[in-house]
């Protein structure tokens, strides 16, 4: 009786060590082990069988201003101004049908490595000019739908007293996942400076944003939209992965980095106009945007 059961137990062992041998080779083939990978601006994991494919989608970038009601005896362009109620109409309405909010660095990984951007439309929403407005009106709206934003600063932007963010404020935009990106030291029109000038006022802001705020700053923001070739060559140079610009249409992993168009978002824009408007401009991706500005000969 006790050899019996001596048998058995031992019997039991081989088949248990023949599964456990079983599992362990499986787990090291790897032939069906999905890949993870880091999406470094929002702390994230994503899972992606195909990683290392490079992505092939277009995606809307959109550009605003303030997002406010005009002051009185406001000097500035009014369409600049988006009011709040508007601006979350506008945000509403894109995630009811089927868009989120990505940054660039994330577009960036899913065109280059096929780092995944979710299930659902990707949009990049971009903030120009850095008015305190995108963090008390701007910020609150994105947070509540999980979404981040790009905030594009110049180095000597608006001062606090002119309705410009504050450090902590800034701050506060990356604490919450939002992206920095620059338009450079001062905010100056580049076609119109020395090309001895650009490498300071361009590689200068990228340094100086970075140092002070501790995160990457990989992309540029033309001012004004104007640009050439040698202000590409300098954004290029300076170590920056790309540029958006004022030239209409869907960005594309097959169009120059250097000139990424985007969707200029105006004031008094409503909810279905602006889904109008992303759904037009989407034919436009289909060649490099053209530029036929300040610049162009």
Do not use: C
């Not at 079983?22 to 787990?27: E, G």
């Not at 001062?186 to 650009?198: F, K, R, Y």
Request: charge should be negative.
């Amino acid at each position: 009786m006790n050899r019996a059961r001596f048998i058995a137990l031992g019997s039991l062992i081989v088949v248990v060590a023949a599964v456990v041998a079983l599992v362990l080779s499986s787990t090291r083939s790897g032939s069906h082990k999905p890949t993870l990978s880091a999406t470094r601006s929002t702390g994230t994991v994503s899972v992606s069988r195909h990683a290392d494919t490079p992505g092939t989608a277009t995606v809307p970038i959109l550009t605003y201003h303030v997002i406010n009601v005009p002051p009185p005896q406001s000097s500035a362009a009014p369409d600049m101004y988006v009011p709040a109620a508007e601006f979350a109409g506008q945000m509403d309405a894109l995630k009811a049908d089927g868009w989120h909010a990505v940054t660039l660095d994330q577009l960036e990984a899913y065109w280059t490595r096929g780092v995944s951007l979710g299930p659902g439309k990707p949009i990049v929403i971009t903030f120009d000019n850095g008015y305190a407005s995108q963090y008390t009106n701007a910020l609150p709206v994105l947070k509540r739908l999980g979404w981040v934003g790009v905030e594009n600063l110049q180095v000597n932007g608006l001062a606090p007293s002119d309705g410009g963010l504050t450090d902590t404020q800034i701050r506060g935009l990356l604490a919450a996942g939002w992206e920095l990106g620059t338009q450079g030291v001062s905010g100056a029109d580049l076609v119109t400076l020395d090309p001895n000038q650009l490498p300071a006022e361009v590689a200068t802001a990228r340094q100086m944003m970075s140092s002070r705020y501790g995160v990457p700053v990989n992309w540029f923001s033309y001012p004004s939209g104007h640009y050439d070739a040698t202000v590409i060559a300098a954004v290029h140079a300076a170590g920056f992965v790309g540029a958006t610009t004022i030239v209409s249409g869907w960005a594309s992993p097959q169009q120059d980095r250097f000139r990424l168009p985007s969707l200029q978002v105006l004031g008094g824009t409503t909810a279905p106009e602006l889904l109008s408007q992303i759904g037009s401009a989407q034919a436009i991706t289909a060649t490099p945007p053209t530029y036929d500005g300040p610049g162009i000969p």
